[in-house]
Nanobody, 123 residues
């Protein structure tokens, strides 16, 4: 059974930082591109950042470029999203997802999803 478990969300002031983690089990992690999405209340789910299965390619939405960094640690079967210079508009539920052979090109697709973690940025 595949599980993606996000952690690290919480409440932070504008300008602050958070690091989200996504621990994977039940899948051959090195073969999967890993993707972070987010969904704000009343809005669609949007892709935030994407890293290829090799780790050699990344993609960021324009809204987070230069502020967020996605990474992966295959030995720990974990992907991370380091978020800095947070803004109130970054407030959302953040979801981790896995896409087999994902290329880190920003393709909005996933084979498996986590349950999400809430990030709230106060002004």
């Amino acid at each position: 059974q595949v599980q993606l478990v996000e952690s690290g969300g919480g409440l932070v002031q504008a300008g602050g930082s958070l690091r989200l983690s996504c621990a994977a089990s039940g899948l051959d992690f090195p073969l999967y591109g890993m993707v972070w999405f987010r969904q704000a209340p009343g809005k669609e789910r949007d892709l935030v950042a994407d890293i290829s299965w090799t780790g050699g390619s990344t993609y960021y939405a324009d809204s987070v470029k230069g502020r967020f960094t996605i990474s992966r640690d295959n030995a720990k079967r974990t992907t991370y999203l380091q978020m800095s210079s947070l803004k109130p508009e970054d407030t959302a539920v953040y979801y981790c997802a896995a896409l087999r052979w994902g290329t880190g090109s920003g393709r909005s697709a996933a084979d498996y999803w986590g349950q999400g973690t809430q990030v709230t940025v106060s002004s």
